[in-house]
């Protein structure tokens, strides 16, 4: 038996301000007169969910902002009541939605902690028990008699954190928490909800824009989009459809307010054209896995560049640079005249999996070198694999050599 | 109303929590702490007295200033669980937009954060009677029941104030007039017994004067503070006559004001 079940569910809510009362009345007059009311417009923040989550899945939910990711982690909490179909839980739900909400400035850390406690529904006793493990967590020993008006936003977020993971729930609700914290307190986190996840079998429900972050821990991804579930599936697969449906949605947008790419504007050079060549000589923007990628670019040089310096690189969408090679020891002009030109990248067959990904380029010129021009995102591509199946679970591969040695 | 024992008693630890957290932040950083609690009835009652050596009012020959502290008692401790009940959810909201839990939660912790307030009260008042040389008697037993209808009284106005207050914030601008006017309708400033001296036994307001004074005791707090007099004060056990009428009221308001919170509290998150 499902441990969530979601049938159906939908919530309107009515847009603009509450009625005044004068107009409420008004409106029940109307009513018994039988005449029409001003109807308010309405507005789906959820349209027909169905799914449903059986006990011990990872299930991380995406979607841009306004999709109804937060309006559906209200409704599993019960938080907010559905305007039709119905959300069935069964087991006790923990909601880390934006830890800290409890938080109290000017309690100590240690009163906090006894607060919150009690907002989660841990008894007393238990909290007690759990002190010294929840303090040691938070990393606020010195503090921990400290009011949190004077702490910093992480150690506020870090002492929420460590309160809401020392619950012990079936189902465990994460809202954009992980988002807060150092590197190394985020790994904490990570290995904590890793061990609930693992060790513990919870149920666990994720809502985080890092797209990153959904694709290691869950198993499972649903994907929301205005209000509908428009995927629900594995979660490299969701993923990469959420990838492009954002890079679509960004070049609309673009295109819509007539800005074609994002790049930095100098007066010595503009970009022209940009184009990605395959090994058979034609442009294209899609490509194999393996294949050799010719990156052609080209300027309007609007003076006399000195000692131009050429970087290219390819980086995946949410901005992470995979490859910059530079120009630097391949060709060393002294000077470029004003006009067209065009530069030329062969990158022999980059190790790069199926994705997408997308070109950035970067020119430096002068005696003492400074940016003429630095440009990412300019120009998307493909990477697929024809017969479509292999789908790994990382960027890069790597030629490799395996040995098996039995004694 | 077992649902509001049973949540009363399962959330207990919530609402204990969540009373501290009110008390320790209002007087965290006060140098008198929660002393400024009980400012309000000592200079209310200053006031009355310094009033009444003006206008000469009845205080069954009993010393004034304590007469009127002992309607005080009741009587702040009801507004003030009123007005804070009422606006209870609303100053709770990002709790409300975050975590469930039963939201009858609020209007009782405001209550209970109020009856630490009580307690100090009390203590002044004992030092005043060891001051005039008043002795409780038996009938003092009766201040425990007295104190609980007043609670129950003060939820079923913070149930349905604070449910609307949701909707329209008109409830917490209009409470605190509807309230003081109140004040001028229950016998703080006077005692009781001239309102039924003059209705009753003069029948001042002729025909309609029986009738007058059962509207003026269908006021709950008119039977609690009187009460509240004679078990302390007076020895004397309470007047059934004067606590009737707004006991009835108090127990037919009560469910409808519960069950209208409670079909509103669905829609508290999206609203508030």
């Excluded at chain 1, 006790?92 to 240690?110: D, F, H, K, Q, Y």
């Excluded at chain 2, 630890?13 to 957290?21: G, N, P």
Aim: one cysteine or more; hydrophobic letters at 45%; aromatic letters at 10%.
């Amino acid at each position: 038996m499902p441990i969530i079940e979601v049938n159906h569910l939908t919530k309107e809510y009515q847009l603009g301000h509450i009625t005044s009362l004068k107009e409420n009345v008004l409106n029940t007059f109307r009513r018994l007169g039988g005449k029409p009311t001003q109807q308010r417009e309405n507005f789906k923040a959820l349209d027909d969910i169905n799914f449903t989550i059986e006990q011990g899945e990872v299930v991380g939910i995406i979607g841009h902002n306004g999709a109804g990711k937060s309006t559906l982690l209200k409704h599993l909490a019960n938080i907010s009541k559905p305007t039709k179909g119905e959300v069935i839980v069964r087991g006790s739900i923990a909601p880390l939605i934006e830890v800290g909400a409890g938080v109290n400035p000017e309690l100590t850390g240690r009163e906090n902690i006894f607060l919150n406690g009690a907002i989660l529904g841990i008894p007393k006793k238990i909290i007690q028990q759990k002190l010294d493990e929840i303090i040691d967590f938070s990393e606020l020993e010195q503090f921990i008699d400290t009011p949190v008006k004077r702490y910093s936003s992480g150690m506020t977020v870090k002492l929420g954190f460590s309160i809401a993971t020392s619950m012990d729930a079936d189902i465990l609700i994460i809202d954009e928490v992980l988002a807060v914290g150092d590197l190394a307190f985020q790994r904490k986190c990570f290995d904590r909800m890793e061990d609930m996840i693992k060790r513990q079998g919870k149920t666990v429900l994720l809502v985080s824009h890092n797209i990153r972050q959904i694709e290691r821990i869950c198993n499972r991804v649903i994907l929301l989009d205005k209000g509908k579930l428009i995927a629900d599936g594995k979660a490299k697969k969701v993923c990469n459809e959420f990838y492009e449906n954002s890079e679509e949605n960004i070049r609309k947008k673009r295109i819509k307010e007539n800005k074609t790419q994002n790049y930095m504007i100098s007066n010595e050079l503009n970009l022209n054209n940009i184009t990605l060549i395959d090994s058979n000589g034609i442009s294209v923007s899609t490509l194999k896995p393996g294949d050799d990628i010719i990156i052609s670019i080209t300027f309007m040089a609007n003076e006399e560049l000195i000692k131009p310096k050429f970087g290219i690189g390819i980086h995946t969408l949410d901005f992470v640079y995979l490859i910059h090679e530079e120009s630097f020891n391949h060709v060393e002009p002294n000077t470029i005249p004003p006009g067209l030109f065009t530069i030329t990248c062969k990158m022999k067959s980059p190790p790069l999996l199926p994705g997408l990904y997308a070109i950035k380029c970067g020119v430096g010129v002068g005696e003492i070198m400074h940016t003429a021009f630095l440009g990412e995102d300019l120009f998307p591509f493909h990477i697929k694999d024809p017969s479509g199946k292999s789908m790994r679970e990382a960027i890069l591969s790597t030629e490799t050599e395996w040995q098996l040695n039995i004694n | 109303m077992i649902n509001v024992v049973k949540n009363l008693y399962q959330y207990r630890e919530l609402i204990a929590a969540l009373a501290w957290k009110n008390i320790v932040i209002r007087y965290k950083q006060a140098y008198l702490g929660v002393l400024w609690a009980v400012l309000k009835p000592i200079m209310l009652m200053l006031i009355f007295t310094l009033v009444r050596s003006f206008v000469g009012i009845e205080s069954d020959d009993l010393p004034y200033p304590i007469l009127t502290f002992a309607a005080l008692l009741p009587w702040v401790f009801f507004q003030e669980s009123a007005s804070e009940g009422v606006n209870s959810v609303t100053s709770n909201a990002a709790l409300i937009k975050k975590i469930y839990f039963p939201r009858e939660v609020f209007p009782i912790t405001a209550m209970v954060t109020k009856i630490v307030e009580l307690a100090i009260s009390f203590v002044i008042l004992a030092g005043m009677m060891i001051y005039y040389k008043m002795v409780p008697t038996i009938y003092a037993l009766w201040v425990p029941a007295i104190i609980f209808y007043t609670m129950i009284v003060a939820l079923g106005i913070s149930f349905f104030g604070a449910a609307v207050n949701v909707y329209y914030r008109d409830m917490s601008q209009a409470l605190p007039v509807a309230l003081s006017l109140l004040m001028y309708g229950s016998p703080v400033m006077y005692p009781l017994s001239l309102v039924h001296k003059k209705l009753i036994e003069e029948q001042a307001a002729g025909a309609w004067s029986n009738d007058l004074y059962t509207l003026y005791t269908l006021n709950p707090l008119a039977g609690i503070i009187d009460s509240f007099q004679r078990v302390v004060l007076k020895g004397l056990p309470p007047d059934f006559n004067a606590l009737y009428p707004g006991v009835i009221l108090t127990l037919v308001i009560l469910p409808f004001s519960y069950l209208f919170f409670k079909r509103a509290e669905n829609w508290f998150a999206d609203v508030i």
